[in-house]
Every structure is written in C-alpha cells, then in structure tokens.
C-alpha cells in the first residue's frame, strides 16, 4: 500500500504525497472495523416452532403494549408494520428491519421519549429472542447495532451472576489519542512545522473512547508532521561537498545523505531498521524491508536523494500501525472461539492504558518471549507498572479528573463581584481549587484502600497546598512591612487597612487561614468527599450561582447509572429572572409536566449541593434581593442606595427516585449523609466500575460484557477497595484481551 513511489521531478509538494496519503488512508478505512457490541443470551432455538413459541409468549404482547399504537397496518411509523414483520428471519429478508428494531430497544429511542419507559424485563425478553432466532436463521445482525450511551445497557444486565450473556467483544482499531501522539511524536522531535493532528473527542463520557473520524484535514495534517519529523531528524547542512549533521541526527539516517555517494543497500536497509525501531518499536519483517528499501531507491531516483530518503522514511510514521492502536485479536483462538489480542498488542495496549508512552524495554521483551501468553503474565506485568514509581502514570490521574470532571472549575468565569448568591470573595482561585483537589485524589490513591467510599466521603482536604507555606510567610513579611510604614507615619496610615498579597484560598473552604499541616481534615458535617469540593462545585456553577442541574445530572448517570435525555431544542432552557427569589423557587418552571419527566431525574438529585455558595463556600442561608428593603434604602435626597439582600433559608433536601435500587432511592437531607448514603451503595460502586471500564476499554460497555465487569467488581472488593486491583482485572479482563473475529458478521 505504500509502494507509490513520488513520481515528479521537480520538488514534489505535499500534492505529491496526496497519493501516498490517501491509499493508505483508505486501507486504514478498511482496517477501521466497526467496534460492534451484541446482545446474546443462552436462549437457543433448535426449531422454528420453538421460535415461534417463544415470540408468540414474550414479544408479541410487548409489541401489543408498547409498540403497536403506533406501527399497525393502518399507522406504520417509520414504515414498520409490526403485523407484518416476520418473525421467522430465516424466511424473511426482514433481518435488517429487526436489527435496527433491536437497536431502537437497546439505545432507548423506541417507544419515543413521550411514553411509558417498557419495564426491563419485558425488553430483555425481546431482545433475548430476537438473537437467539437471530442465530437460528444464521443472520447475525447483533454485531452492527453499538450503544451510544452506555449507561443505556440495563444494569442488571450486566452485573448479574445468574444470567451472564456471552462474550462479544469485536476486533477494534482505534486512532492514538492527543496525548500519546504527543508523547511519541511531538515532544521528542521538537520539530518546526509538527502540530497535533487530533483533538479530543465529543459526546463522550471520557475523551478517549469511541473511534473519531479520520478525514482529509487530519490526514493532510499527519501527512505533513511526518515529513517535518523526518526533516528534523535528518537535518544537515553540506560544507566543501561533506555532510555535516545539524543537531543530532543518527547516523543510520545522515548516510543516506552523502551527495558523493548515493546510499548503498545496506545503507538504505539500516536507515529502514532505524526508523522502524524509532516510530513502531520493532524491526521491519523481511517482506516490509524488501517494499521500504524498493520504495526509497525508487523515490531517490525520482526525487533526489534528500526529498526520496525523506518520504521514503515520512512512510513509516504513515503506516496505520503507528496512528492507530490495533486491538484486532491477533494472537490465538482458543476453545471458545476467542482470538487473544498478540502480545505486541498487548504490550501496547497496557502501557497505552497507564502511560501516554509506548512499552518500556520490559514490557516489549516479555511480548517478544511469550511473557505476555498467560492472563496472569500479563496481571504481573500491570501490577510492576503500577508498583513502579519512576513511572509517572498520567492516565490515572486523568480518569479522576475525567470522571469528577472538576478541571471544567478553570473554565468558570466568576464575576469579580461575586455574583447574586455570594458578596466579593479574594480567595477564589480556580486552579489552585483543582490543583488542590488533584493532590487529594493522588492522596487516596497512594493509600489504594476503599478508594471510592474515601473519594465521595473524606473530609479531608489539600489547602492550596502547593503554595500555602510560602503564602503565609510572604504575608508575614508585608504586615511586618506595613506595620513598620504605618509607625514612621501614623497619619498617613490612619486610614489604611492591610491588604494582604495572593490568593487567600482558604475562604473557599471555610477556613481562617492556611493550614499547616495537609491535608486538614474540614468539620464532618459540613464536607464530605469530592462532590464538596470547591472544585466540583465551582466546575458545577455558574458566573453568578450553583447550578443544580448540572450537579444532579452529574450524581444521576456517573453515580446512579441513569440515562438522562438530552433538552429538546424546542424548550428555552432558562430559569426566570426573579433576585427575590431562592434558586430552588426560580426552579419551579422545571416541574410542569412535560419538563419533570426529565427534570425529575436531576433537579432532586442536586439540591442537597445547596449548602454551599457558587465557590464552594458553605453556608447557612441563601442571599436574595429584599424588595421592600431595596425600595427603602435611599440617601437624604431620595436617591436608591442599591440592592438589600435577606438571608432565605436554605433548603437542601430532595427524593431519590427511579434509580431501579430501593437502597439508594428515599429522601435526602444534605450534602454529607447524602455522600455516605450513595458510598454504601453497591449499586454506586458498580456504576463506578462501569465508567472505570469504560475508561479503560476506550468505549462504553456492552451485555457481552458483563463477565469481564463483575469480574472486576470482585476484584476491587475483595482488594478492599483498592483502584490497583480494579485496574489489573480491567486490562487482564476478557474484554480487554480478547476478541470474536468478525467471520460472519457480514452476512446478513
Ligand atoms: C408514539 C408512537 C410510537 C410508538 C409507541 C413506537 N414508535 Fe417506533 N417509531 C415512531 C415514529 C414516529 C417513527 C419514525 C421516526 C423515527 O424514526 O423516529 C418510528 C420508527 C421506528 C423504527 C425505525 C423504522 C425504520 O426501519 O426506520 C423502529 C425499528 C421502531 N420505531 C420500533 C419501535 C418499537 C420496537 C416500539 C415499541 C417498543 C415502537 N417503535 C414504539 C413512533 C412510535
Ligand atoms: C427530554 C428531557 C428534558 C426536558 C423535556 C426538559 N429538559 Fe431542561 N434540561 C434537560 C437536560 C438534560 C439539561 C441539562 C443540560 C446540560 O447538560 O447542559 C436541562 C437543563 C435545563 C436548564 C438549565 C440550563 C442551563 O444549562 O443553564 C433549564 C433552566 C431547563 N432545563 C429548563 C427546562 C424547562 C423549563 C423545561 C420544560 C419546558 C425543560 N427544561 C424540559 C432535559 C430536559
């Protein structure tokens, strides 16, 4: 596929690459498998008759009840006659129709959003037998259909012991992310011209997931980096007709370069090796050898020896391998018709997992010499990065970061004058706010124990911790300054007060100064865990005031699971504009109908956050306009003096509901016995372990992967809560190290 060789003589341009670029971009298309999830269970259909049965039992009447008003023989919505689908999809040539049918249940488009969610179980049930006649008829529709919410999938799908459904997961080829790009590209070359050709992704929970399109811009953008990066790495200057190396070019490279004599084969062959080893971390194989060292000689000829050796070596840094992270199951089948991802795959995949950076020498060894064969060869492998501590591991950090999502407190602009709920507050400093939180998460992991029940419950907290020493004794140092001004001239200073330098950060925690010690542990009943974090809760406001919509969307799908639908474009988003009134009453235009059957499943799940202000500070009452007061409040002259606020009391409780959990669901009074409440579920914990795999797996998770998620429960359990364990049974999981190969996924 990369066999074009440039073909212009004159300087050829990027035009000239085009080719180059778009044949291999289009067999990467062809690579990019689609990443397929299904939905089997043991149900299996020996006869038609036992299909028919079984439809005539569960989906009918589901179809009958939920269904039916709308896609009859007289009313066929979306031109779907249910009474006439024919559940027999050998006969048929309906299996298309099903599969999309199915996907509508799995994705919760269907029945629309304005009707009765159907109870689980019912759904489940058709779903159950529409693959099991599915697999009887051959069809194999499953594969296509992908959830693209993944708290979609039914949680007791998923996490129960007694009905685990089979295995799924399909062959992936997913593009590096920024970050590893960055880390294997960017930062090492240093090379004029290179930037990042990807950006993070969507609609996604985590940044990282799903597999982003590769269209012409990233292309071209790929394209480019690769000849800057050659250039940078080959950079020399001719002085008396000898080479001189500009920088630090290897040497391997610089021989292709002597205008006296062009390279030899050999010399060609080593500069091949070289680059093979500096961008995929392997030797060529001989047949990749034999076409990289036709196509240099080619490109010399055509080109010249500077810009042929430099395309020529640019191919390498486009071969699909070094911009995607192939996890297609290269290694062996097994007995159960699982194909092992190959160990260099493996490789790749857990250092990817922890670290932005390829394999370390160790990691790339043992795939070299069957260290990656056994599941538990690979555990031991995860456990020595992990317990490494030279290694830095930024992609822990980012999954907190991620998953709390509270680095979005950076981007809250706060209005200098504090806004409607909160008079003027100095301290308010959001980076510290996420550095501190930051330090906190670091802190519970380095203890690796009950890891989440510590994340949603600790009181204690990192107080600008990184400066607050230093702070203090600058302070110090300007009172003593000030102090030492005002005694020469005590009239001068009659009138000044100190103000004293930086951020004072600690009013956003309710503090009186900096702490000494960190991390201090705040009073128990006014903070519990990282949902009481300045950080959260300012990542969670608005310039002016809390946003409790956003927090209880936040509780509702990272915490309890749900699905929440996204706001119709036809509804005005906006709460009324009335400073008299608390923001819980303003929220009362979100409990007509038709807004609380969504509003239900956020507005409730915020309010006990009421407790503090919009920086995080906690409070006992809220502020809001006295009307009476304000219109009194005028100087000797009848002038308005400007607003007066009153203190309304705080109301911060709420219902949970429809959680699908009757331990989680019931009232709630606050913030801290809310957090304990939600640390003690079980229910919470998997949902953890559900965006912990998500994170981990790069995509949201599927009913075929149930065995690898409750595997990874029980690991964190049984490890005493330990982040460690439920990283290690992740990327040991069968999700992470197997796939079905995609034989006859087509042939529907
Ligand atoms: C209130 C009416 C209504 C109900 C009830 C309803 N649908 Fe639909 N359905 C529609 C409409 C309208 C469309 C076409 C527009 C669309 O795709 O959103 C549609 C489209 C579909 C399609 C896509 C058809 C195609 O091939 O493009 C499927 C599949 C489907 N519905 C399945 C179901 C199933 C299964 C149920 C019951 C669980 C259901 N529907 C209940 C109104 C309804
Ligand atoms: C289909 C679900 C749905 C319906 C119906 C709905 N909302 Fe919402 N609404 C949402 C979601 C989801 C959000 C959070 C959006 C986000 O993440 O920014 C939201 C956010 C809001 C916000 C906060 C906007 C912001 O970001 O500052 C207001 C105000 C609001 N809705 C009012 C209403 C009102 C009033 C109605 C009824 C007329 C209504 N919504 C109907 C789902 C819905």
């Given at each position: 596929m990369t066999e074009t060789p440039i073909t212009k003589t004159k300087a050829p341009g990027l035009s000239a690459f085009r080719t180059l670029g778009f044949r291999i971009s289009g067999c990467l298309l062809l690579l990019a498998l689609p990443c397929g999830m299904a939905f089997a269970a043991e149900l299996k259909f020996a006869t038609g008759a036992e299909s028919r049965a079984e439809f005539e039992r569960v989906v009918k009447p589901f179809f009958a009840k939920h269904c039916a008003t709308c896609h009859n023989d007289k009313k066929a919505k979306g031109d779907l006659n249910l009474a006439e689908l024919d559940p027999d999809m050998k006969a048929s040539t309906s299996g298309a129709r099903w599969a999309k049918l199915v996907q509508s249940l799995t994705e919760g488009d269907m029945p629309p959003e304005e009707k009765p969610r159907p109870e689980t179980a019912g759904m489940e049930a058709v779903i159950r037998w529409a693959h099991a006649e599915a697999k009887r008829a051959n069809k194999h529709f499953a594969k296509r259909a992908s959830y693209a919410n993944g708290n979609a999938v039914p949680h007791e799908v998923l996490f129960n012991p007694a009905s685990i459904p089979p295995f799924d997961g399909s062959p992936r080829v997913r593009r590096l992310s920024p970050e590893i790009y960055a880390a294997s590209f960017l930062d090492k070359g240093k090379a004029k011209g290179v930037s990042q050709p990807f950006s993070g992704e969507g609609r996604t929970t985590f940044k990282d997931m799903g597999a982003p399109k590769m269209d012409e811009p990233v292309t071209m953008q790929l394209l480019q980096n690769a000849l800057a990066i050659v250039e940078a790495r080959t950079a020399h200057k001719l002085e008396d007709g000898k080479v001189k190396a500009i920088g630090f070019p290897p040497k391997e490279l610089l021989a292709l370069f002597d205008p006296a004599a062009p390279p030899t084969d050999a010399q060609v062959e080593s500069a091949i090796a070289w680059q093979f080893n500096f961008v995929l971390k392997r030797a060529p194989t001989a047949e990749e050898k034999a076409r990289f060292v036709a196509l240099m000689k080619r490109n010399i000829a055509d080109a010249g020896q500077v810009l042929g050796a430099r395309y020529a070596l640019a191919a390498?840094?486009?071969?699909?391998?070094?911009?995607?992270?192939?996890?297609?199951?290269?290694?062996?089948?097994?007995?159960?018709?699982?194909?092992?991802?190959?160990?260099?795959?493996i490789a790749f995949g857990i250092s990817y997992?922890?670290?932005?950076?390829?394999?370390?020498?160790?990691?790339?060894?043992?795939?070299?010499?069957?260290?990656?064969?056994?599941?538990?060869?690979?555990?031991?492998?995860?456990?020595?990065?992990?317990?490494?501590?030279?290694?830095?591991?930024?992609?822990?950090?980012?999954?907190?970061?991620?998953?709390?999502?509270?680095?979005?407190?950076?981007?809250?602009?706060?209005?200098?004058?504090?806004?409607?709920?909160?008079?003027?507050?100095?301290?308010?400093?959001?980076?510290?706010?996420?550095?501190?939180?930051?330090?906190?998460?670091?802190?519970?992991?380095?203890?690796?124990?009950?890891?989440?029940?510590?994340?949603?419950?600790?009181?204690?907290?990192?107080?600008?911790?990184?400066?607050?020493?230093?702070?203090?004794?600058?302070?110090?140092?300007?009172?003593?300054?000030?102090?030492?001004?005002?005694?020469?001239?005590?009239?001068?200073?009659?009138?000044?007060?100190?103000?004293?330098?930086?951020?004072?950060?600690?009013?956003?925690?309710?503090?009186?100064?900096?702490?000494?010690?960190?991390?201090?542990?705040?009073?128990?009943?006014?903070?519990?865990?990282?949902?009481?974090?300045?950080?959260?809760?300012?990542?969670?406001?608005?310039?002016?005031?809390?946003?409790?919509?956003?927090?209880?969307?936040?509780?509702?799908?990272?915490?309890?699971?749900?699905?929440?639908?996204?706001?119709?474009?036809?509804?005005?988003?906006?709460?009324?504009?009335?400073?008299?009134?608390?923001?819980?009453?303003?929220?009362?235009?979100?409990?007509?109908?038709?807004?609380?059957?969504?509003h239900q499943l956020m507005n409730d799940a915020g309010y006990a956050f009421e407790r503090y202000d919009h920086f995080g500070r906690y409070r006992t009452a809220e502020p809001v306009l006295d009307p009476a007061a304000t219109a009194k409040n005028l100087d000797s002259k009848g002038r308005p003096l400007g607003p007066v606020m009153r203190e309304a009391a705080l109301n911060t409780a709420g219902i949970i509901a429809q959680v699908g959990d009757r331990r989680v669901e019931g009232s709630v009074k606050g913030p801290v016995d809310y957090m304990r409440k939600l640390a003690d579920s079980e229910r919470v914990e998997q949902v953890f372990v559900r965006h912990a795999f998500r994170y981990w797996l790069g995509r949201n998770e599927t009913p075929g992967d149930a065995a690898s998620m409750q595997a990874a429960h029980r690991a964190y359990r049984a490890d005493g809560g330990s982040m460690k364990a439920l990283i290690t049974a992740l990327l040991t999981s069968e999700s992470f190290l197997y796939r079905i190969p995609e034989k006859s996924a087509q042939n529907n």
């Amino acid at each position: 596929m990369t066999e074009t060789p440039i073909t212009k003589t004159k300087a050829p341009g990027l035009s000239a690459f085009r080719t180059l670029g778009f044949r291999i971009s289009g067999c990467l298309l062809l690579l990019a498998l689609p990443c397929g999830m299904a939905f089997a269970a043991e149900l299996k259909f020996a006869t038609g008759a036992e299909s028919r049965a079984e439809f005539e039992r569960v989906v009918k009447p589901f179809f009958a009840k939920h269904c039916a008003t709308c896609h009859n023989d007289k009313k066929a919505k979306g031109d779907l006659n249910l009474a006439e689908l024919d559940p027999d999809m050998k006969a048929s040539t309906s299996g298309a129709r099903w599969a999309k049918l199915v996907q509508s249940l799995t994705e919760g488009d269907m029945p629309p959003e304005e009707k009765p969610r159907p109870e689980t179980a019912g759904m489940e049930a058709v779903i159950r037998w529409a693959h099991a006649e599915a697999k009887r008829a051959n069809k194999h529709f499953a594969k296509r259909a992908s959830y693209a919410n993944g708290n979609a999938v039914p949680h007791e799908v998923l996490f129960n012991p007694a009905s685990i459904p089979p295995f799924d997961g399909s062959p992936r080829v997913r593009r590096l992310s920024p970050e590893i790009y960055a880390a294997s590209f960017l930062d090492k070359g240093k090379a004029k011209g290179v930037s990042q050709p990807f950006s993070g992704e969507g609609r996604t929970t985590f940044k990282d997931m799903g597999a982003p399109k590769m269209d012409e811009p990233v292309t071209m953008q790929l394209l480019q980096n690769a000849l800057a990066i050659v250039e940078a790495r080959t950079a020399h200057k001719l002085e008396d007709g000898k080479v001189k190396a500009i920088g630090f070019p290897p040497k391997e490279l610089l021989a292709l370069f002597d205008p006296a004599a062009p390279p030899t084969d050999a010399q060609v062959e080593s500069a091949i090796a070289w680059q093979f080893n500096f961008v995929l971390k392997r030797a060529p194989t001989a047949e990749e050898k034999a076409r990289f060292v036709a196509l240099m000689k080619r490109n010399i000829a055509d080109a010249g020896q500077v810009l042929g050796a430099r395309y020529a070596l640019a191919a390498v840094l486009m071969l699909p391998e070094a911009i995607f992270r192939l996890e297609v199951g290269t290694g062996r089948l097994d007995g159960k018709g699982r194909a092992r991802l190959g160990p260099r795959e493996i490789a790749f995949g857990i250092s990817y997992a922890l670290t932005d950076g390829p394999p370390d020498t160790a990691l790339l060894t043992a795939a070299a010499t069957g260290g990656l064969d056994s599941d538990e060869d690979v555990a031991r492998q995860v456990r020595r990065l992990l317990d490494e501590p030279k290694l830095e591991k930024p992609r822990i950090l980012r999954f907190f970061r991620e998953y709390f999502d509270y680095e979005k407190a950076k981007d809250v602009f706060k209005d200098p004058s504090g806004g409607r709920a909160a008079l003027g507050h100095p301290g308010h400093d959001a980076r510290t706010l996420v550095e501190d939180t930051d330090r906190l998460v670091l802190s519970i992991l380095e203890q690796d124990k009950d890891v989440l029940r510590e994340l949603l419950t600790t009181r204690k907290s990192f107080v600008s911790y990184k400066t607050a020493a230093d702070q203090k004794k600058k302070r110090a140092e300007a009172l003593a300054k000030f102090e030492e001004e005002k005694a020469k001239n005590p009239e001068k200073f009659k009138t000044k007060t100190f103000n004293p330098p930086g951020r004072e950060v600690f009013r956003s925690y309710g503090l009186d100064d900096f702490p000494d010690d960190q991390p201090v542990e705040l009073p128990a009943d006014q903070r519990a865990g990282i949902l009481t974090q300045p950080a959260w809760l300012v990542a969670q406001s608005t310039a002016f005031e809390n946003h409790v919509i956003h927090r209880g969307k936040w509780i509702r799908e990272r915490l309890l699971g749900g699905v929440v639908p996204d706001v119709p474009i036809t509804v005005d988003a906006q709460l009324p504009d009335a400073p008299e009134k608390t923001l819980r009453e303003r929220m009362a235009v979100t409990q007509q109908e038709y807004c609380w059957k969504c509003h239900q499943l956020m507005n409730d799940a915020g309010y006990a956050f009421e407790r503090y202000d919009h920086f995080g500070r906690y409070r006992t009452a809220e502020p809001v306009l006295d009307p009476a007061a304000t219109a009194k409040n005028l100087d000797s002259k009848g002038r308005p003096l400007g607003p007066v606020m009153r203190e309304a009391a705080l109301n911060t409780a709420g219902i949970i509901a429809q959680v699908g959990d009757r331990r989680v669901e019931g009232s709630v009074k606050g913030p801290v016995d809310y957090m304990r409440k939600l640390a003690d579920s079980e229910r919470v914990e998997q949902v953890f372990v559900r965006h912990a795999f998500r994170y981990w797996l790069g995509r949201n998770e599927t009913p075929g992967d149930a065995a690898s998620m409750q595997a990874a429960h029980r690991a964190y359990r049984a490890d005493g809560g330990s982040m460690k364990a439920l990283i290690t049974a992740l990327l040991t999981s069968e999700s992470f190290l197997y796939r079905i190969p995609e034989k006859s996924a087509q042939n529907n």
